[in-house]
């Protein structure tokens, strides 16, 4: 139990690698807040989950009828503040972030639509830099340390060609940590990314449906299997820990050591 007594907010986490991220951490003793955008219902198997777990859990619920709204698609930065200034109001305190909400969209370059990439944009680069603004502000007000850990992906280093918008939302995710690092190490601040491989989740759901593209990719995968969200979680609770306190400014992989796996045909 190295969280007991912490906060977490996970962003995007009513499916695949933050719902793993979530569990995790509340098993760690956490007090977790779970976003979502448009899957109440995979917020509330989250919920369950962490509700096993014996944790306390507060989910973000947009729903007016329940007398609460909490603005958390996080393309919107007012929706993002509200999350945060929310999550704040129950729990009494944020301690550590994970930006995990994230989104990419296949087409070649020379197709992609200016909403395609601004979607893409605004979620994966906009909006962490917009939670991890509002969440500083509230470590600084409060005087308080905090940890950061940012879920990019192998494509903050490697090429995926048809996904352009995504690779320039993780590259740019990479430079964010490391000039953060720097700008927020006198606060105790630290901030990492964690860069999963190909992870069994919704989002790569099109590829696992595709035996073909599957065999070819697990050939370059020299463990030989997918990543599950709980490869990606076990590394995300040790970064959210004491135990990670003189950690910041670096990408740890967890990608099965796809990324290092040169391969010539
Ligand atoms: C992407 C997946 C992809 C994996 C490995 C991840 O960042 O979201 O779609 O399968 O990288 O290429």
Redesign the pocket.
């Given at each position: 139990m190295r969280l007991e007594g912490k906060v977490a907010l996970v962003t995007g986490s009513s499916q695949g690698i933050g719902q793993g991220i979530v569990v995790r951490l509340a098993q760690e003793g956490a007090d977790v807040v779970i976003n979502y955008r448009s899957h109440p219902e995979g917020a509330e198997e989250t919920l369950a989950k962490v509700q096993a777990t014996g944790g306390r859990c507060y989910m973000a619920q947009r729903s007016k009828s329940q007398g609460y709204t909490i603005q958390a698609d996080l393309g919107n930065v007012n929706e993002i503040r509200q999350l945060i200034a929310e999550s704040i109001a129950y729990f009494g305190k944020l301690d550590i972030l994970v930006n995990n909400a994230g989104l990419?969209k296949h087409a070649p370059f020379w197709e992609v639509t200016e909403a395609d990439y601004d979607a893409i944009m605004n979620v994966n680069l906009k909006g962490v830099f917009f939670t991890t603004q509002a969440f500083v502000q509230h470590l600084i007000a409060t005087q308080r340390s905090g940890k950061i850990i940012n879920i990019s992906?192998?494509?903050e280093e490697l090429s995926?060609p048809n996904f352009t918008a995504y690779c320039a939302s993780k590259g740019g995710m990479k430079m964010l940590t490391r000039n953060l690092a720097v700008e927020l190490g006198s606060f105790g601040i630290t901030i990492n990314n964690v860069a999963?491989?190909?992870i069994e989740t919704p989002?790569?759901i099109k590829?696992l449906n595709d035996p073909q593209k599957l065999s070819a990719?697990l050939r370059n995968i020299p463990l030989g299997r997918l990543g599950q969200p709980q490869d990606v979680a076990s590394l995300v609770a040790f970064l959210a820990s004491s135990d990670a306190g003189y950690v910041t400014g670096s990408t740890f992989f967890v990608d099965g050591g796809?990324l290092w796996n040169y391969q010539e045909q």
């Open positions: 990419e992906s192998v494509h995926f999963p491989g190909a989002i790569n590829l990719l796809l």
